[in-house]
C-alpha cells in the first residue's frame, strides 16, 4: 500500500511573549496510505487545526519534513498544495463564494488544479452533470443550481463545499469538523453523504471530528491528539473494539503542557 502524506517530526513552535515559547505540534510522525480514512479527535489545542494547517501549508513548520508521494512539500506554498488537497471547514461560508451561484462554484472546482485561460466555460454544457451531483445529496441542492451560495441554507451549503472538495479526485481530503456547525438531524445527513463520496471515489481523508460517535463509526484508523502529540494511532481491528467510554477514558489523563525557553 502506497503512501498518500508522511509526516516525519513536524514540530511548530510559537513565541508567547517575553523568552517564552510554545510548542503547539510536538515530534508528529504519520503516515496516511491510500484510501486509509482516518478519524482524529483530541480536545480543545490538542494541536488538531495545527496539524492541517501544516498540511496545507497554511502554517511553516518550525521543524519536520512532510511528503506527499515522491516529493517534499515542506517548502511548497499554500497555493500549490492546494493542488494537491481538498479541504471542507467548519464554517459553512469558507468553501464556497458566496456572491457565485451553486453551479459557478462547481465548475471553479471542476477546473480545480489546471491552468486557467480566457475561454468559454461551457456552464450550460455541466448542467446536467451538476444537476445528478447534487440530487445525491437529498435537500433539494439541485434546484437552486442558479442560486447565489450566500442564499443557500447551513447545510445546503456545507453539503455543496463537500461535493466542490470532492468533484476532482484529490490526493488527501482534509474535514475539519465539517459537520460541528449543522443541527444533529443535518450533521447525520451530512456524514451519510461523506462516507458515500469517500467510499464511491474511493478517496483518501483525515477527519477532524468531536463526535465520538462519528469517530467510532466512521473511517479505518483512529487517532487521538494531546497538547500537540499524537498519543493513539488505531488500526482497524483496534478501533472496532473500542466503546465509547473508552473514548472517554482517553481525554482523562493528559501529558503536561511544553514549552521552550
Not at 18 to 40: P, Q, Y
Not at 81 to 92: C, E, G, I
Not at 186 to 206: A, E, F, P, V
Amino acid at each position: 500500500m502506497s503512501a498518500i502524506l508522511e509526516i516525519s517530526h513536524a514540530t511548530k513552535v510559537i513565541d508567547n511573549g517575553i523568552n517564552e515559547k510554545k510548542v503547539i505540534l510536538n515530534d508528529v510522525s504519520l503516515t496516511i496510505n491510500e484510501g486509509d480514512f482516518i478519524t482524529v479527535l483530541g480536545g480543545n489545542g490538542a494541536g488538531k487545526s495545527t496539524l492541517f494547517n501544516s498540511i496545507t501549508g497554511t502554517l511553516t513548520l518550525s521543524g519536520g519534513k512532510i511528503k506527499s508521494g515522491s516529493e517534499e512539500i515542506t517548502s511548497f506554498s499554500e497555493e500549490k498544495r492546494a493542488n494537491y488537497f481538498s479541504r471542507v471547514f467548519q464554517d459553512p461560508k469558507l468553501g464556497t463564494a458566496p456572491r457565485m451561484t451553486v453551479a459557478e462554484n462547481l465548475l471553479l472546482a471542476l477546473y480545480r488544479g489546471q491552468k486557467r485561460t480566457l475561454k468559454n466555460r461551457h456552464l450550460n454544457e455541466r448542467r446536467d452533470l451538476f444537476f445528478e451531483i447534487c440530487s445525491e445529496v437529498g435537500n433539494g441542492l439541485e434546484e437552486h443550481l442558479d442560486m447565489p451560495t450566500g442564499n443557500l441554507s447551513g447545510g445546503q451549503r456545507q453539503a455543496l463545499s463537500l461535493l466542490m472538495a470532492t468533484l476532482t479526485k484529490p490526493r488527501l481530503l482534509l474535514l475539519d469538523e465539517h459537520t460541528a456547525a449543522l443541527d444533529p438531524k443535518t450533521s447525520k445527513q451530512l456524514m451519510k453523504l461523506t462516507d458515500q463520496r469517500i467510499t464511491d471515489g474511493n478517496l483518501t481523508c483525515l477527519m477532524i471530528t468531536h463526535r465520538m460517535e462519528d469517530a467510532l463509526h466512521y473511517g479505518n484508523r483512529l487517532i487521538v491528539m494531546q497538547k500537540g502529540r499524537i498519543v493513539k494511532d488505531l488500526d482497524r481491528e483496534e478501533k472496532a473494539a473500542l466503546k465509547l467510554q473508552d473514548l472517554l477514558l482517553f481525554f482523562e489523563e493528559e501529558p503536561e503542557e511544553l514549552s521552550v525557553d
